[in-house]
């Protein structure tokens, strides 16, 4: 290649990163002003302020960095990132959502938690911070609204990962009154200790003026006359509820959590004054500890 002809090759590539970044800075100006349009409907309950934002115009997913968010109550938070991946904006309420927020932390003070700052404070927790993940959708037809992920990652604190389903939800009436008649279908949750169980049994005995060892000594007895007058009830998903608790507060690692009804099971029950352990029947909780680690 002659001198000439790689200096032309030169800025033609040149001018096409020129443009191309060009285009990336204008891009990033419009994904901004829409950011900034779309928080400004809600100005009067929170305030944002970021770093700058990205939509993909070819999946439409939208990225936001170094958000500064402070609400009209007082309380305020710092995120690294929100990233919606996909968003129904067809729909006032939208019929499915799939998006994560990194890098949440919020201050323990009193303007955030009320009185649990103080409880936090106890257990040691200057901040709180996490991750956030949701992934969800909702059919009009079956009306079935279908949570196929709900995570939260915190660190020092636990990991909890969730989904379930629901039947004869409306998503066409006003705020949650299209929850009146819902069914709980099925569901699972998993729940990964960290630090937090151990801290508050240790923060438990604090208070009681006790060692810890004796605090849970104390709790896993109360807990076994629990699971005892269950068995004595017949109610087997009560029984199986306290034993593994038990074994979970011996060494907090791994709770599951399972719900599977023999039928739907309208979510109304939760308030109609039945017994914890009648609602672990009726609803087919059942509970399993630390299932990794067996052998």
Known sequence: MSGKSFLKLFLVLALLAAAAAGGYFKLEEFSA????????????????????????????????????????????????????????????VPRFFRGRVQGVSIPVEFVNFGTLARDFRDLGYEKLD????????????????????????????????????????????????????????????????????????ALSAHVEGVPPDSYRKSLLES????????????NGYAENFYGELMKFIEKPERLVVRVEPTEPVPLLYMFMGRSFEELLDLYGITVEANFYSRK
């Open 33 to 92: 002003a829409k950011v900034r349009e779309a928080v400004a409907r809600h100005d009067d309950l929170l305030q944002v302020d970021f770093e700058r934002a990205l939509i993909n115009p070819l999946d439409e997913s939208l990225h936001v960095w170094g958000l500064d968010c402070r609400f009209a109550t007082g309380a305020c938070c710092t995120v690294r990132k929100v990233e919606v991946e996909s968003f129904d904006r067809k729909h006032s």
């Open 130 to 201: 996490f991750d956030l993940f949701a992934d969800y959708s909702y059919e009009d037809e079956t009306k079935r609204l279908t949570v196929k992920s709900i995570n939260f990652d915190g660190a020092d604190l636990c990991r909890v990962s969730a989904g379930f389903s629901l039947g004869d939800v409306s998503l066409r009436g006003p705020g949650i009154s299209g929850f009146i008649g819902t069914s709980m279908l099925d569901g699972s949750l998993v729940w990964q200790d960290l630090s937090l169980t151990e801290k508050l049994v």
């Open 223 to 234: 807990l076994q006359l629990d699971m005892q007058q269950a068995r004595s009830l017949g």
